[in-house]
């Protein structure tokens, strides 16, 4: 069943590895590697998100979104995005840049680095606004304990989050004019691209946090009255088998999953753009972790078991929020693009062997003692 699962998945991880040794030599086949890595672990807590939602709906709709579904949101945001997004800050059309990054690397390479600052600042706030209001969320499970428990109750405070991201914005365009001002004044104007793109991104989550917000919520109307049908089955003693969502509500649903799907898919590309500007590597290191989107959403989905490893999306959220401080930091200061992305796979490891560890106290403590054993086993 892995295999068969995996088997596309496994096929062009080998073809795109083959293709970034013959593109770039081993150094590219690094950057390949380490893009594939960090995607595919990103790729992780959006596939349990997709699964956990995948599984209440018909066949027919689970279709429609393993097909169309993730070709629109997987391959067009993470193998279309980043050309588009160069075109954007670079003033090239979608062709031209292109072509550009294919024929004349080093122009393509002064254009994406001019573009730098915009691209850092929009993706570095929309990253943060992420991590910032997972941290400040009030959770059950708590990883790091230390963290979490004190931020959670200042997670209470309203649009905490927004005003601490306007903050580090504020900051780093100040800093940014204060340098380019040290230097003659040649770059004052991009302290404004800075200000200007950082603002963008933030608006930008928040149209996608209030387009899946209601999308959740009319899920969630939905789930309700099923419940209700339920319970007035039970009453009358008929059987009522589990109904798999379809119609109106299916619909929602896999509107309400394109959108999560593109959060996340930006994610991974913005978080690209702090390993690599080569828009060859970036795309074969995100096209390989789009497969794997896909894969674990069936395979998760098959199996029927999500939650194994519970410290898995505190990890990819921590490795979302080093992403973001690491772009805002590069807007002044080149930072190595391997040290970059071992610093996400670190964390991710780090949250699965705790998720490891956890598993096993609860299985050594029993059910009796679960509670305990879970407290006992957080870092």
Same mark, same amino acid.
């Given at each position: 069943?892995?295999?068969?699962?995996?088997?596309?998945?496994?096929?062009?991880?080998?073809?795109?590895?083959? $293709?970034? +040794?013959?593109?770039?030599?081993?150094?590219?086949?690094?950057?390949?590697?380490?893009?594939?890595?960090?995607?595919?672990?990103?790729?992780?807590?959006?596939?349990?998100?997709?699964?956990?939602?995948?599984?209440?709906?018909?066949?027919?709709?689970?279709?429609?979104?393993?097909? +169309?579904?993730?070709?629109?949101?997987?391959?067009?945001?993470?193998?279309?995005?980043?050309?588009?997004?160069?075109?954007? @800050?670079?003033?090239?059309?979608?062709?031209?840049?292109?072509?550009?990054?294919? *024929?004349?690397?080093?122009?393509?390479?002064?254009?994406? @680095?001019?573009?730098?600052?915009?691209?850092?600042?929009?993706?570095?706030?929309?990253?943060?606004?992420?991590?910032?209001?997972?941290?400040?969320?009030?959770?059950?499970?708590?990883?790091?304990? =230390?963290?979490?428990?004190?931020?959670?109750?200042? &997670?209470?405070?309203?649009? /905490?989050?927004?005003?601490?991201?306007?903050?580090?914005?504020?900051? @780093?365009?100040?800093?940014?004019?204060?340098?380019?001002?040290?230097?003659?004044?040649?770059?004052?104007?991009?302290?404004?691209?800075?200000?200007?793109?950082?603002?963008?991104?933030?608006?930008?989550?928040?149209?996608?946090?209030?387009?899946?917000?209601?999308?959740?919520?009319? /899920?969630?109307?939905?789930?309700?009255?099923?419940?209700?049908?339920?319970?007035?089955?039970?009453?009358? &003693?008929?059987?009522?088998?589990?109904?798999?969502?379809? &119609?109106?509500?299916? %619909? %929602?649903?896999?509107?309400?999953?394109?959108?999560?799907?593109?959060?996340?898919? %930006?994610?991974?590309?913005?978080?690209? %753009?702090?390993? @690599?500007?080569?828009?060859? *590597?970036? $795309?074969?290191?995100?096209?390989?972790?789009?497969?794997?989107?896909?894969?674990?959403?069936?395979?998760?989905?098959?199996? &029927?078991?999500?939650?194994?490893?519970?410290?898995?999306?505190?990890?990819?959220?921590?490795?979302?929020?080093?992403?973001?401080?690491?772009?805002?930091?590069?807007?002044?200061?080149?930072?190595?693009? +391997?040290?970059?992305? /071992?610093?996400?796979?670190? /964390?991710?490891? =780090?949250?699965?062997?705790?998720? +490891?560890?956890?598993?096993?106290?609860?299985?050594?403590?029993?059910?009796?003692?679960?509670?305990?054993?879970?407290?006992?086993?957080?870092?």
């Amino acid at each position: 069943m892995l295999l068969k699962t995996f088997g596309w998945s496994f096929a062009v991880t080998a073809l795109g590895l083959v $293709a970034a +040794v013959f593109y770039g030599g081993w150094e590219a086949f690094g950057v390949v590697a380490i893009l594939a890595v960090l995607e595919i672990s990103l790729s992780f807590d959006n596939a349990v998100v997709n699964a956990g939602i995948l599984k209440k709906m018909n066949a027919f709709w689970q279709k429609i979104f393993l097909t +169309v579904g993730v070709l629109i949101a997987v391959f067009g945001m993470r193998l279309v995005f980043p050309v588009v997004i160069v075109a954007i @800050t670079a003033k090239l059309n979608p062709y031209d840049a292109v072509h550009l990054a294919l *024929t004349d690397k080093d122009r393509y390479q002064q254009l994406v @680095t001019d573009a730098h600052p915009a691209i850092a600042a929009f993706g570095g706030m929309f990253l943060l606004m992420i991590f910032l209001d997972f941290i400040f969320e009030d959770r059950d499970i708590q990883w790091l304990r =230390w963290i979490e428990r004190p931020l959670a109750k200042l &997670g209470k405070v309203d649009m /905490l989050a927004v005003c601490i991201a306007l903050i580090v914005l504020l900051i @780093t365009s100040f800093t940014f004019a204060t340098h380019a001002h040290q230097h003659g004044g040649a770059h004052v104007d991009k302290a404004q691209t800075v200000l200007i793109a950082g603002i963008a991104g933030l608006i930008t989550y928040m149209i996608v946090g209030g387009l899946s917000g209601y999308f959740e919520d009319r /899920l969630e109307e939905e789930e309700e009255r099923e419940h209700e049908e339920e319970e007035k089955a039970a009453r009358t &003693g008929k059987q009522k088998s589990p109904v798999m969502l379809a &119609g109106q509500a299916a %619909f %929602f649903m896999f509107l309400y999953l394109e959108v999560l799907d593109a959060s996340f898919s %930006f994610d991974g590309v913005i978080g690209a %753009f702090a390993i @690599t500007n080569d828009i060859v *590597t970036m $795309a074969l290191g995100l096209g390989i972790g789009a497969m794997y989107v896909r894969s674990l959403t069936v395979y998760l989905v098959r199996q &029927g078991t999500l939650d194994d490893y519970v410290y898995l999306e505190h990890g990819a959220h921590y490795a979302i929020g080093a992403l973001a401080v690491i772009l805002m930091v590069t807007i002044q200061h080149e930072i190595n693009e +391997v040290i970059t992305g /071992l610093v996400g796979v670190v /964390l991710i490891a =780090w949250s699965f062997w705790s998720s +490891v560890r956890r598993n096993r106290a609860l299985a050594d403590a029993g059910e009796g003692t679960g509670e305990k054993a879970e407290v006992s086993s957080g870092v």
